[in-house]
């Protein structure tokens, strides 16, 4: 299948800013939905990208957004969650489970069979944290739609890279203390 245009949800992150670059000197027509573009002013200036200010957990901007799409990438993940209860929190639900199921029910809407998202390493509805519970929980739902769509599930590790936040983070403490005790 010869993509022209991708819906790039969660792509104003660090693995999303990556892809849009490659997927964009394809000569791939990819639109990000974001909830503040003025955030984003690396990837406005890519060549082929289309950053919309869209509330993706809202099912009929999510079903307009798909229109004229050939395929949608699923990369939304956040780390931490300030409601902590089980199996996990409001957070963890809306990004990891909730928006998953929206994105399949808007591609039914749509027509659009080609799904790629991204789950995590070790996610399961049985995990030992709310973060890998709610992922698996989302995987779930998008693994009962493969009959229908074509999908791809990937569940990387820790993604690091220019830029990311993960070891820059590390950086900035060894520059600013002597000592780095790491547990």
């Known amino acids: 299948m010869e993509l022209e245009n991708v819906l790039l949800i969660g792509g104003s992150g660090f693995v999303g800013g990556w892809i849009a670059s490659c997927l964009s000197e394809r000569g791939v027509r990819v639109t ?6 003025d955030n984003t002013k690396k990837l406005i200036m890519l060549p082929m990208v289309s950053m919309i200010e869209a509330n993706v957990h809202d099912s009929l901007t ?13 990369l939304v993940g956040i ?16 990004a990891h489970s909730e928006l998953p199921g929206k994105i399949i ?16 390493l070790q996610a399961s509805i049985k995990g030992p944290s709310e973060y890998l519970r709610s992922k698996g929980e989302g995987e779930a739902l998008v693994r009962a739609a493969m009959p229908d ?17 993960f070891l820059n983070m590390f950086a900035k ?6 000592i780095l005790p790491l547990g």
């Open 105 to 120: 029910a808007a591609m039914r809407q749509s027509g659009v069979r080609r799904l790629a998202h991204m789950s995590a």
């Open 79 to 94: 780390l931490h969650d300030s409601d902590s209860r089980l199996p996990y929190g409001k957070g963890f639900a809306a």
């Open 173 to 178: 403490l060894i520059r600013l203390f002597p």
């Open 32 to 37: 990000i939905p974001t909830r503040h573009r």
């Open 149 to 165: 769509l074509d999908i791809t599930i990937f569940r990387p590790s820790v993604i690091f890279g220019p830029d990311d936040a």
């Open 62 to 74: 999510l079903a307009a957004l798909m229109q004229g799409q050939d395929a949608v990438i699923n």
